[in-house]
């Protein structure tokens, strides 16, 4: 996987509590992203980031929030998590100094919020 | 917004059959498309790119189009195999995804 890690693998929470998913890479690739993975949706892109404390926007990014101190780490936060945000969850790098590079994805977090 | 649509949830073919997966994308074309293979419980992992300049490319037993006509590129799996089952992901300059094909290869 790249030298890509997720923690934690699988989390269950319940509705309403804060939850950080953590993706760590050993490549010190510049850009890094969240997506989340549904039935019938695909992957989505949720924030991504083009260095350190430079993140912006994807296609799904109400109700998360993203943060890069340092390059290896990108930190995906749900504020106050809702049943709809129960998936999948990918981080994923890329090399390019553009963000139309070949990704590298890590293995996933389950995320279920009861 | 730019879509993209990969018009088959699934397929199952005969091993030994060539298996050919669509993916379709609406509006302008995309300066590259490219191809992802995801196993169950995994990430998706690369496995090629095709440039808008480019009608084909290939490796090993796979064969990418591009039609920029027909905003459309097609994936080939020659001489599948068993092995070959998974998830297929198209994306257009790797931030949107098409849904995914599921290849089953039946030995």
């Known amino acids: 996987d790249a030298g890509i890690t997720q923690s934690p693998r699988h989390k269950v929470t319940e509705t309403g509590t804060p939850v950080t998913l953590r993706c760590h890479q050993t490549e010190n690739h510049r850009y890094m992203y969240w997506y989340r993975q549904d039935p019938g949706h695909g992957l989505r892109l949720i924030h991504y980031?083009?260095?350190?404390?430079?993140?912006d926007k994807g296609e799904v990014s109400d109700g998360y929030s993203v943060s890069r101190s340092k390059t290896e780490d990108f930190l995906l936060t749900l504020e106050s998590a809702t049943s709809s945000q129960t998936s999948v969850y990918f981080c994923?790098?890329?090399?390019?100094?553009?963000?139309?590079?070949?990704?590298?994805f890590g293995p996933g977090t389950r995320l279920t919020v009861l | 917004s730019q879509k993209i649509e990969q018009n088959s949830e699934a397929l199952n073919i005969q091993e030994g059959k060539t298996a050919t997966l669509t993916c379709n994308y609406t509006?302008?074309?995309?300066?590259?498309l490219q191809w992802y293979r995801q196993d169950p419980g995994r990430g998706p992992v690369f496995l090629l790119l095709?440039?808008?300049?480019?009608k084909e490319k290939r490796k090993e037993r796979l064969k990418v189009t591009f039609d920029t006509t027909l905003k459309q590129s097609l994936f080939h799996i020659t001489a599948s195999q068993p092995a070959d089952s998974a998830t297929y992901l198209c994306a257009l300059r790797a931030l949107t995804f098409g849904q995914g094909t599921i290849l089953t290869v039946h030995p």
């Open positions: 994923a790098i890329s090399e390019s100094t553009t963000i139309t590079d070949t990704q590298y």
């Open positions: 095709i440039r808008e300049n480019e």
């Open positions: 980031s083009y260095g350190v404390k430079d993140t």
């Open positions: 509006n302008y074309s995309p300066a590259y």
